[in-house]
């Protein structure tokens, strides 16, 4: 079974809410992956989180915070977005969290949509 | 960093023939190299996949061939059929957690 879930499928949300969005794994996976996807576009990475901690943080404004509370989850906290923010964000996972050629796996995104 | 360069941006053929992409990595140590279909609306799928201690792998219809010295890596689909039509996406890693993703390639197959 090789399946990253996410939730929701679909988010609509004013420039002043607070909502968040959530990975789960139950592969064993030590890395996991926010990416932003534009339309017509490839994924662009946001963070990582290496054995729970976070190892990489692609320069994100603070409007968007990540939270990986165990190995299986993982949330992504919006506040304040910009309608530029729209897009579809892809959580992905991948076994080892350290240097090795895994595969990577996404999950099927949430499409938000911010008015 | 690694820079990945993905041909062509889009890709019209015939159900039945063949299509190929290509992709041209810039840093040598990457090692791992997978290729995502991604349908509209949904995440990438892998569909295939080659470390660098190969040369070429094959899965039925789908196959991947990898040249370390010239950089450059592809995928060949054959006997393509209407549900092949999605975007492929090619990827470079480096055994880190990072993956350097190409472009895109919109491919449509004619019926």
């Known amino acids: 079974d090789t399946e990253v879930t996410q939730t929701p499928k679909h988010l609509v949300m004013g420039m002043t809410n607070k909502k968040s969005l959530k990975c789960e794994q139950h592969?064993?996976?030590?890395?996991m992956y926010w990416y932003k996807q534009k339309a017509k576009k490839p994924p662009e990475l946001m963070f990582v989180?290496?054995?729970?901690?976070?190892?990489i943080n692609e320069s994100v404004p603070s409007r968007f915070s990540p939270e990986c509370p165990n190995s299986s989850l993982l949330n992504l906290h919006l506040h304040a977005l910009q309608p530029e923010d729209s897009a579809l964000y892809l959580c992905?996972?991948?076994?080892?969290?350290?240097?090795?050629?895994?595969?990577?796996?996404f999950g099927p995104g949430t499409r938000l949509t911010v008015l | 960093g690694e820079n990945v360069e993905q041909h062509p941006s889009t890709l019209s053929v015939q159900e039945g023939d063949s299509a190929v992409i290509k992709c041209t990595y810039s840093?040598?140590?990457?090692?791992?190299f997978p290729w995502y279909k991604q349908e509209l609306g949904k995440g990438p799928q892998l569909i295939i996949d080659?470390?660098?201690?190969?040369g070429e792998k094959k899965d039925q219809r789908i196959a991947v061939t990898l040249n370390k010295t010239a950089k450059h890596f592809s995928l060949h689909i054959t006997e393509t059929q209407p549900e092949d039509s999605a975007v492929y996406f090619c990827?470079?890693?480096?055994?880190?957690?990072?993956?350097?993703f190409g472009t895109g390639t919109s491919l449509t197959v004619i019926p």
């Open positions: 992905a996972s991948r076994l080892n969290g350290g240097l090795s050629t895994d595969t990577q796996y």
């Open positions: 592969m064993g996976h030590r890395a």
């Open positions: 989180y290496s054995y729970e901690k976070l190892s």
């Open positions: 840093d040598s140590a990457s090692n791992y």
């Open positions: 080659i470390r660098s201690n190969v």
């Open positions: 990827a470079a890693s480096n055994t880190g957690n990072q993956f350097y």
